[in-house]
């Protein structure tokens, strides 16, 4: 018989802006409409014993109104001790700030 593992959850909530270092998405130089990404590493407080399942939801951005907003975040990378997020924007749009909360769980 074995011993089962109990779940373990984690979740907590992220901001960034124009003041967060490397922050890219606010600007576009002119002729250039490619796909900007702003690259976030989440650690874990505790890591998990196998790799977990993480969700990620947009909670707030604030964008340019002169243009279409667009905005993505998606998670990759994942590990037993965190994941990266990447939040990304592309053409004209300019994002001056978004958040997200995030979960995960595992054993």
């Not at 604030?62 to 590990?79: F, G, K, P, W």
């Amino acid at each position: 018989m074995t011993t089962p593992t109990p779940w373990k959850i984690l979740s907590s909530s992220a901001s960034f802006s124009l003041l967060s270092e490397c922050w890219c998405l606010a600007t576009l130089e002119p002729g250039e409409e490619q796909t900007r990404n702003f690259v976030v590493e989440v650690v874990f407080d505790t890591p998990f014993m196998t790799i977990p399942v993480v969700q990620l939801g947009i909670t707030s951005f604030d964008i340019d109104q002169r243009d279409s907003a667009r905005l993505t975040i998606n998670v990759t990378q994942i590990s037993e001790a965190g994941f990266t997020a990447v939040i990304s924007t592309w053409a004209s749009t300019r994002v001056y700030a978004a958040g997200f909360n995030w979960f995960a769980i595992g054993a």
